[in-house]
């Protein structure tokens, strides 16, 4: 079977940090783009960043931007998701997915959600004090 298993999701204080990992089952991460995708109670699932299958590439929204990063473990087939300065408005379920049709990618990634799969359990991050 092929999903991702997450972890490192916590309650947190505001300004705290988190990482989050995206361990792959089944399949390599370094095939894909992976993205990494949050669902905030009564909201749309939104796509909040992505790392490019070469790895060359990465993408945040611009409500995470210079707060989060993104990145690869190759040897260990897991991604990272390293959350600084953590706001209430972060609190949510954040998934990681790939993109299947990706596999051939030499460009940048793209965190649709659409595009996505190999969707994991989630794991949820708190903010608050």
Avoid: H
């Amino acid at each position: 079977q092929l999903q991702f298993v997450e972890s490192g999701g916590d309650l947190v204080q505001p300004e705290g940090s988190l990482r989050l990992s995206c361990a792959a089952s089944g399949f390599l991460v370094d095939r894909y783009d992976i993205g990494w995708f949050r669902q905030a109670p009564g909201k749309e699932r939104e796509g909040i960043s992505c790392i490019s299958r070469r790895g060359g590439y990465t993408k945040y929204t611009n409500s995470v931007k210079g707060r989060f990063t993104i990145s690869r473990d190759s040897a260990k087939n897991t991604v990272y998701l390293q959350m600084n300065n953590l706001k209430p408005e972060d609190t949510a379920t954040y998934y990681c997915a790939a993109d299947p049709g990706s596999t051939t990618n030499t460009g940048p990634c793209y965190p649709l959600d659409f595009n996505y799969d190999y969707w994991g359990q989630g794991a949820q991050v708190t903010v608050s004090s």
